[in-house]
């Protein structure tokens, strides 16, 4: 009995000193590790900085234009209303614009895209229509029947990966 007790004590001696050990070797790896990955999260932290700031740039930049071209559009307008193509020649440059025919659906709430794919059917054309759905919905979809019930939709690939992300 007492060597079976001695067994047991050097046994846990023994597994104490290698949780022991491998504390200190993941310490040590962590520490090697945060030294090579710092200066890579300090840059990615600016690289996110330096995007977010040419991103406001640009929006600006795209709101000047758009209203640099609403005021051509005002001013010339009225000069060639019924022309499907004009010009004006400057020295250096030229302005040009061809008419262009824009669709959009009549109403923001499905009652003018249902009328539309109406008479879409009714007129021949029911074969170009496609069942359509939100991908982030389908994602969603797909998330919870993998996760819950262990369910993969075929046509679907599935696999993980980790999203990187510096937190201030």
């Avoid at 559009?73 to 060639?80: A, F, T, V, Y």
Wanted: glycine content about 2%.
């Amino acid at each position: 009995m007492e060597d079976v007790q001695f067994k047991n004590n050097v046994l846990a001696e023994l597994t104490a000193m290698n949780q022991e050990v491998e504390v200190s070797d993941r310490s040590i790896l962590m520490e090697k590790l945060k030294i090579e990955l710092e200066p890579l999260c300090t840059d990615l932290m600016i690289l996110m900085e330096e995007k977010s700031k040419i991103e406001l740039q640009l929006k600006d930049i795209n709101k000047k234009i758009s209203d640099q071209e609403s005021e051509i559009r005002r001013l010339w307008e009225p000069h060639i209303l019924g022309s499907d193509k004009a010009e004006i020649v400057f020295s250096n440059f030229k302005l040009t614009t061809n008419k262009k025919l824009n669709i959009s659906v009549d109403d923001e709430h499905e009652v003018g895209r249902s009328a539309a794919i109406e008479w879409l059917i009714g007129n021949g054309y029911q074969d170009v229509l496609k069942y359509d759905i939100n991908t982030n919905t389908l994602k969603s979809i797909a998330s919870n029947e993998f996760k819950e019930n262990d369910i993969k939709i075929p046509g679907l690939k599935y696999s993980y990966f980790h999203p990187v992300k510096v937190v201030i």
